[in-house]
C-alpha cells in the first residue's frame, strides 16, 4: 500500500524570511527581464551580427514579455549607432514617370528641400524681373526693328517695281497677292479685265506672275527671316535667364558637389527652367470670352523643382527604432497617393509617402508576424525586400485591375534594416517548414520559456518586479506575505514546486486585482489575504460553467458515485479549458466483459468520438494485459470500455490506468472504491506515467466531494512523479491535513488497483501462478475460465461437426 502525501508535498510555501524588507517600497524597482537567459543571449547575437539573413524571430507563449524586452534592449541599442541618412524624391527630367532617389548626410535631405524652394521662390521674381528690365528691351527692340527695316526695304522695292508695271500688291484673306491697277491706282476689276484685247492680256498675265514669284521669294526670305528673330529672341531670353538662373544653380551645384545625383539633377533643372520661361513670366489675365462666366485660373506648376523628402532622421538620436502596429503592405513600404481634379485621380513625385521600413532603414523594425500574415503582400514583399535589400514603392493591385493605368515607378531605395518578428511558436515552425526563404532570411531565434527556476536569486527579482510595478502604476506596496502569495501563484501557474511563471502579464494582473481588493479593505498595504482574495475572486468570477456541471453531478443527472464500491466502475479525472479558465470534471468509466474472442472494444472509437492518443491508449492496455496474463497461454476475452455520458471527443491518455482498473474489476468481478477518483497514463510494462492538469483535476473531485459531504474515506490517486507540479489550494490542503481528503501517489498500476479495492494486486510466483486472495489471481481465474468455456464450446462444436459429417456419409 503507497502512502500518503504529507501537507508539506501538497503544497511549496515561499519562506518569509528570505525577504529582508517590510514592503515594497523598500526595494528599488528590477530593470531588465526575468528569467529569459537563453532569449536573451539570442537577441544579443542577433542584433549584433550585421551579416546578412541574421534576422530575428522572438518566439514564445503571449504575456512572457517578449514585445517589452525587444522595445527596451532596442531603445538602449540603437543610441549606440549611428543615425543612418536622409532619403529623398526627386523630379527626373528626362523620365518624369521615375523619380529620383538621393541619399543625404542626417538633416539635409530639408535642407536641399529648402533651398530648391527658395530657389524657384527667388527665380519667381528674378526672371520677370530680367524681361522687364531696359537692357533686355533695348537688346530685343534692336534685333525686332532690324528685322522690320529688312521687311519694310523688300516690300518698298517689290512694291515700287510693281506700280511701275501697273501693278499694287494687295493683303487678302489667302495672303498678299499681285493685282493689276488701272492709271487711277483702283485695281481692275474681272470686266474690265475682259474688255481688253488677248494681247495686253496675255501681257498682264505675264507680268503678274512675274512679280507673283517675285512675292513669294520676299515672303519666303521674311519668314526665314522671323525664324532667325524667333531663335535670337530666344537666345536672347536664354542668355538673360541665364544671368539670374546660373549663378544660383551653380551656388548649389557647389554646395551639395559631394552628391553626384543632385549636381546632376540641378544641371538638368536648369535646362528645364530655361525652357519653361513662360511659366515664370507675369501674364496678364485675359478677359472672359463668354460674359459672367470666369473660367478657372490656370497657375503654372513648379512641383517639379520641389524636392519629397521621405526620411528625415534629423532629430535622430542613433539609429532609429521602429514599432510597426499595423503592418499593412503600404504602412510598410509606402504609398503614391493621388489626388481628384475634375473627376480625374493624378500623382505625381511629390505624393510619394514613405513606409515603415524606409523609417527604420539603417536601424531596426519590429513586427508582429500573426498581423503581417494577415494583411495581404505584406509578408511577400517583406520577404522580397530583405532578400533582395532594396524597397521599391509599388501600386500592387495594378495587376488585379481590368484596365491597365500610367503610374510613377519611383526608384529603389536600398535597405540596411534588422527586421525582428514577434508570434508565438506555431507560426515560427510553420514558417520554418513551409517557406524555404524564411530559413535563410531569420537565422537566429529567441526562445522566451514560460517559465524558469524558483531559485532565491529569482523570488527576490519577483519581489522587484512587484516593487517596479507599484511605483509605475501607483499601487499599494506589498507586504512580505503579498509577495510571498504571488510567488507561489507563479508556482501554480507554472505547475510546478520548483518552477516559477515567467507570464508576467498574469502576475501584472494578479497586482493589480490585489492592489483592489485591499484598497477596498482601507489597507495601506497588500497582504497574504488580498492576494488570496483576488484569486479566488477571480475563480468565482470564471468557473460558473463548472458550478453548473458540479450541480448536475449533485443533482444525479450526470452521475457520478463518491460512495459505495461498483463492479467495473471508477471515477476518472479530465480537464476542461475554456481558454480563460480550466478546471478538473469527474467522469464515470465503465467497463463490461464477457466470453468471447473479440477483445477489447473502445466504444468511443467505435462511435468515433475518440483521439489518436485515446486510441494509442487502449492498444497499450490491450499490449498490457496480455504480457502480464497470457505468458504461457493465450486468453480469450470480449470486454468494452467506455466514458459514460461523454457527449463529446476524448482525446489524451491520462485515463489508462482507470480504465485497466475498471476491466481487471469487471474481469475479476472485484469491486473497486467509488470514493476515490484516479488520474494517470500507464505504459506497457505497468508504469505509471506523468500527466498534466494534476491540481484542477484533484480540486474538481474535492469540490464534489466537499459538496455531498467529506467523510475520510475521500481521495484521488494520482502518478507519483507529479507530486513536483502540486501547487494545490488552501481547502484541500486543509481537508488532507484534518484527515478529510487523501491523496495517493504511485508509480506501478498494481499500488492503485490495491488501494481501490483493499485487496493485495498479486505477484507471480515461480511457479508462474499469482497467490490465492489477490486481484491478479481472481483475473487469471476468470480468464481461465472463459478460455475452457470457449474451448469446451469448441470441442463440443467439433464433435457435433463430426458426427453430422458421418450420418452425411451414411
Known amino acids: 500500500m503507497p502512502d500518503k502525501l504529507s501537507i508539506n508535498e501538497l503544497y511549496k510555501c515561499c519562506d518569509l524570511n528570505i525577504f529582508k524588507f517590510n514592503t515594497t517600497d523598500e526595494l528599488p524597482p528590477f530593470e531588465g527581464t526575468i528569467g529569459q537567459e537563453r532569449a536573451l543571449k539570442a537577441l544579443d547575437f542577433g542584433i549584433s551580427l550585421e551579416n546578412s539573413g541574421f534576422n530575428i524571430f522572438i518566439l514564445g507563449e503571449n504575456g512572457t514579455g517578449k514585445m517589452s524586452t525587444i522595445k527596451s534592449i532596442l531603445s538602449k541599442q540603437s543610441l549606440?549607432?549611428?543615425?543612418?541618412?536622409?532619403?529623398?524624391?526627386?523630379?527626373?527630367?528626362?523620365?518624369?514617370?521615375?523619380?529620383?532617389?538621393?541619399?543625404?548626410?542626417?538633416?539635409?535631405?530639408?535642407?536641399?528641400?529648402?533651398?530648391?524652394?527658395?530657389?524657384?521662390?527667388?527665380?519667381?521674381?528674378?526672371?520677370?524681373?530680367?524681361?522687364?528690365?531696359?537692357?533686355?528691351?533695348?537688346?530685343?527692340n534692336l534685333i525686332l526693328d532690324e528685322f522690320q527695316k529688312k521687311q519694310k526695304g523688300l516690300f518698298s522695292t517689290l512694291e515700287d517695281e510693281a506700280q511701275v508695271k501697273g501693278f499694287s500688291i494687295r493683303k487678302t484673306?489667302?495672303?498678299?497677292?499681285?493685282?493689276?491697277?488701272?492709271?487711277?491706282?483702283?485695281?481692275?476689276?474681272?470686266?474690265?479685265?475682259?474688255?481688253?484685247?488677248?494681247?495686253?492680256?496675255?501681257?498682264?498675265?505675264?507680268?503678274?506672275?512675274?512679280?507673283?514669284?517675285?512675292?513669294?521669294?520676299?515672303?519666303?526670305?521674311?519668314?526665314?527671316?522671323?525664324?532667325?528673330?524667333?531663335?535670337?529672341?530666344?537666345?536672347?531670353?536664354?542668355?538673360?535667364?541665364?544671368?539670374?538662373?546660373?549663378?544660383?544653380?551653380?551656388?548649389?551645384?557647389?554646395?551639395?558637389?559631394?552628391?553626384?545625383?543632385?549636381?546632376?539633377?540641378?544641371?538638368?533643372?536648369?535646362?528645364?527652367?530655361?525652357?519653361?520661361?513662360?511659366?515664370f513670366k507675369t501674364t496678364e489675365e485675359q478677359p472672359p470670352a463668354i460674359p459672367f462666366l470666369k473660367p478657372p485660373k490656370t497657375e503654372p506648376t513648379f512641383t517639379r523643382y520641389t524636392v519629397n523628402v521621405l526620411v528625415n532622421n534629423k532629430d535622430c538620436k542613433g539609429a532609429?527604432?521602429?514599432?510597426?502596429?499595423?503592418?499593412?503592405?503600404?504602412?510598410?513600404?509606402?504609398?503614391?497617393?493621388?489626388?481628384?481634379?475634375?473627376?480625374?485621380?493624378?500623382?505625381?513625385?511629390?505624393?510619394?509617402?514613405?513606409?515603415?521600413?524606409?523609417?527604420?532603414?539603417?536601424?531596426?523594425?519590429?513586427?508582429?508576424?500573426?498581423?503581417?500574415?494577415?494583411?495581404?503582400?505584406?509578408?511577400?514583399?517583406?520577404?522580397?525586400?530583405?532578400?533582395?535589400?532594396?524597397?521599391?514603392?509599388?501600386?500592387?493591385?495594378?495587376?488585379?485591375?481590368l484596365v491597365s493605368t500610367t503610374t510613377l515607378k519611383p526608384a529603389a531605395i536600398?535597405?540596411?534594416?534588422?527586421?525582428?518578428?514577434?508570434?508565438?511558436?506555431?507560426?515560427?515552425y510553420l514558417l520554418y517548414s513551409l517557406d524555404e526563404e524564411y530559413r535563410e532570411l531569420f537565422k537566429v531565434k529567441a526562445d522566451f520559456d514560460s517559465r524558469m527556476e524558483r531559485t532565491e536569486e529569482n523570488i527576490h527579482k519577483y519581489a522587484s518586479f512587484i516593487a517596479a510595478k507599484c511605483k509605475d502604476d501607483k499601487l499599494l506596496p506589498f507586504d512580505r506575505s503579498g509577495v510571498a502569495k504571488v510567488v507561489e501563484y507563479g508556482s501554480r501557474l507554472a505547475e510546478h514546486q520548483e518552477k516559477l511563471s515567467s507570464k508576467f502579464s498574469e502576475i501584472t494582473d494578479l497586482i493589480n486585482e490585489s492592489h483592489y481588493?485591499?484598497?477596498?479593505?482601507?489597507?495601506?498595504?497588500?497582504?497574504?489575504?488580498?492576494?488570496?482574495?483576488?484569486?479566488?475572486?477571480?475563480?468565482?468570477?470564471?468557473?460558473?460553467?463548472?458550478?453548473?456541471?458540479?450541480?448536475?453531478?449533485?443533482?444525479?443527472?450526470?452521475i457520478v458515485d463518491t460512495t459505495g464500491e461498483r463492479v467495473g466502475q471508477i471515477n476518472g479525472l479530465a480537464v476542461l479549458d475554456l481558454g480563460d479558465y480550466s478546471f478538473g470534471k469527474p467522469s464515470r468509466i465503465t467497463a463490461k466483459s464477457w466470453a468471447g474472442k473479440a477483445g477489447v472494444v473502445n466504444i468511443e472509437r467505435e462511435a468515433k468520438m475518440s483521439g489518436r492518443i485515446h486510441e494509442k491508449a487502449m492498444f497499450i492496455i490491450t499490449s498490457y494485459l496480455g504480457s502480464k496474463y497470457a505468458t504461457k497461454k493465450p486468453i480469450s476475452l470480449s470486454a468494452s470500455i467506455t466514458f459514460e455520458q461523454l457527449y463529446e471527443m476524448i482525446e489524451g491518455d491520462s485515463a489508462t490506468c482507470a480504465e485497466l482498473?475498471?476491466?481487471?474489476?469487471?474481469?475479476?468481478?472485484?469491486?473497486?472504491?467509488?470514493?476515490?477518483?484516479?488520474?494517470?497514463?500507464?505504459?506497457?510494462?505497468?508504469?505509471?506515467?506523468?500527466?498534466?492538469?494534476?491540481?484542477?483535476?484533484?480540486?474538481?473531485?474535492?469540490?464534489?466531494?466537499?459538496l455531498r459531504g467529506l467523510d475520510g474515506s475521500h481521495g484521488v490517486i494520482i502518478p507519483g512523479r507529479n507530486?513536483?507540479?502540486?501547487?494545490?489550494?488552501?481547502?484541500?490542503?486543509?481537508?488532507?491535513?484534518?484527515?478529510?481528503?487523501?491523496?495517493?501517489?504511485?508509480?506501478?498500476?498494481?499500488?492503485?488497483?490495491?488501494?481501490?479495492?483493499?485487496?493485495?494486486?498479486?505477484?507471480?510466483?515461480?511457479?508462474?501462478?499469482?497467490?490465492?486472495?489477490?486481484?491478479?489471481?481472481?483475473?487469471?481465474?476468470?480468464?481461465?475460465?472463459i478460455s475452457e468455456s470457449l474451448k469446451e464450446k469448441k470441442e463440443k462444436e467439433e464433435e457435433e461437426k463430426e458426427k453430422s459429417k458421418k450420418e452425411n456419409d451414411k
Request: some cysteine; aromatic content about 8%.
Open 80 to 140: 549606440t549607432e549611428p543615425v543612418p541618412s536622409d532619403w529623398c524624391y526627386v523630379y527626373n527630367f528626362k523620365d518624369a514617370d521615375a523619380p529620383i532617389a538621393v541619399s543625404l548626410e542626417p538633416g539635409r535631405a530639408v535642407t536641399f528641400q529648402k533651398d530648391m524652394d527658395e530657389l524657384i521662390k527667388i527665380l519667381r521674381v528674378e526672371i520677370p524681373k530680367v524681361f522687364e528690365s531696359k537692357e533686355y528691351d533695348k537688346q530685343k
Open 173 to 279: 484673306v489667302s495672303g498678299l497677292l499681285i493685282v493689276p491697277i488701272k492709271k487711277t491706282g483702283e485695281p481692275l476689276n474681272e470686266e474690265e479685265f475682259d474688255a481688253l484685247d488677248e494681247k495686253t492680256k496675255k501681257k498682264i498675265e505675264e507680268l503678274g506672275k512675274t512679280l507673283q514669284e517675285k512675292l513669294d521669294d520676299v515672303v519666303r526670305t521674311l519668314r526665314e527671316g522671323e525664324k532667325l528673330v524667333k531663335d535670337l529672341l530666344s537666345r536672347l531670353e536664354r542668355e538673360a535667364a541665364l544671368s539670374a538662373v546660373g549663378h544660383l544653380i551653380d551656388e548649389l551645384k557647389s554646395k551639395y558637389r559631394d552628391h553626384e545625383k543632385i549636381t546632376n539633377y540641378l544641371e538638368d533643372g536648369k535646362e528645364d527652367i530655361l525652357e519653361h520661361l513662360e511659366d
Open 320 to 401: 532609429p527604432f521602429v514599432f510597426e502596429s499595423n503592418p499593412t503592405y503600404f504602412n510598410l513600404f509606402g504609398r503614391i497617393e493621388h489626388k481628384i481634379q475634375y473627376g480625374i485621380a493624378i500623382t505625381d513625385f511629390s505624393m510619394i509617402k514613405a513606409g515603415s521600413m524606409h523609417k527604420a532603414n539603417g536601424g531596426y523594425i519590429v513586427i508582429n508576424v500573426l498581423d503581417l500574415l494577415r494583411n495581404i503582400f505584406a509578408y511577400d514583399a517583406l520577404d522580397r525586400g530583405i532578400r533582395h535589400r532594396e524597397i521599391k514603392i509599388e501600386d500592387v493591385w495594378e495587376q488585379y485591375r
Open 414 to 428: 536600398p535597405i540596411d534594416v534588422k527586421v525582428i518578428l514577434v508570434g508565438n511558436p506555431y507560426l515560427y
Open 517 to 558: 481588493w485591499a484598497l477596498k479593505a482601507k489597507n495601506k498595504v497588500v497582504m497574504n489575504e488580498h492576494v488570496e482574495k483576488a484569486i479566488n475572486e477571480r475563480v468565482y468570477r470564471n468557473n460558473r460553467i463548472e458550478e453548473r456541471l458540479r450541480e448536475m453531478i449533485a443533482e444525479g443527472t450526470l
Open 661 to 706: 482498473y475498471a476491466l481487471l474489476s469487471s474481469i475479476a468481478g472485484v469491486p473497486l472504491k467509488q470514493c476515490i477518483a484516479i488520474t494517470g497514463s500507464m505504459d506497457q510494462n505497468g508504469e505509471v506515467q506523468p500527466i498534466g492538469g494534476v491540481n484542477e483535476k484533484i480540486e474538481g473531485f474535492f469540490e464534489l466531494c466537499k
Open 723 to 785: 507530486v513536483r507540479h502540486l501547487m494545490i489550494k488552501k481547502d484541500v490542503v486543509d481537508a488532507v491535513k484534518e484527515g478529510k481528503f487523501t491523496i495517493y501517489p504511485i508509480d506501478r498500476v498494481e499500488e492503485g488497483l490495491e488501494i481501490l479495492t483493499g485487496m493485495p494486486a498479486g505477484e507471480l510466483r515461480e511457479d508462474g501462478m499469482y497467490p490465492e486472495g489477490t486481484v491478479n489471481y481472481l483475473v487469471v481465474k476468470r480468464l481461465t475460465e
